[in-house]
């Protein structure tokens, strides 16, 4: 009676095992590739010129914007700066650092990303750690002496194209 309750046990297990196996296979198999942290919809996307526009008078605005990248975390890929109007960049960083992009030079890429744009004054430090991530030299890190006002961007998911 044991023996026999022991393998109807590892039966049972077995088959959960393989059943919830079918279903992470699934869901990894319709994930988009190119496709990070959360998904989203292509609707309604904005320049960053538009995006600027919209901002206007605003301290931040929820939005999904499409941009050409410039630069990418070379460390980890937990940024991106992408391309302004007028030649400046934009950081543009993950929510809670709950997805990374490829290490990769992403440089020239086109890029769709969803989530909360706003002006910010960042810290020295923070422009350093940046710099640092971007492969800059130590004598370029050290010239950071001054917090800087700029636009960034908190993506919740992130599209390469």
């Avoid at 526009?53 to 605003?58: F, H, K, Y």
């Avoid at 931040?60 to 410039?70: C, Y």
């Avoid at 992408?82 to 290490?103: C, H, N």
């Avoid at 422009?127 to 001054?146: C, L, M, P, T, Y």
Wanted: with cysteine; aromatic share 6%; hydrophobic share 45%.
């Amino acid at each position: 009676m044991i023996r026999l309750f022991v393998l109807l046990l590892a039966v049972a297990a077995l088959s959960s095992c393989s059943q919830s196996k079918t279903e992470t296979d699934a869901s990894v198999a319709t994930a988009k590739p190119n496709s990070f942290g959360a998904s989203f919809a292509e609707e309604n996307v904005l320049s960053v010129t538009q995006m600027k526009q919209a901002m206007a008078g605003q301290d931040s605005l929820q939005a999904t914007v499409t941009a050409e990248v410039v630069q990418s975390c070379q460390s980890k890929g937990c940024w991106m700066d992408v391309k302004l109007e007028d030649g400046s960049t934009m950081k543009v960083t993950f929510r809670d650092y709950g997805f990374f992009l490829p290490v990769e030079d992403l440089a020239g890429k086109t890029v769709v990303f969803t989530g909360i744009a706003k002006q910010e004054v960042i810290s020295v430090d923070d422009q350093r750690h940046f710099a640092e991530d971007a492969g800059k030299s130590a004598a370029e890190v050290q010239a950071i002496n001054a917090p800087k006002d700029e636009l960034r961007f908190v993506a919740d998911g992130v599209i390469l194209k």
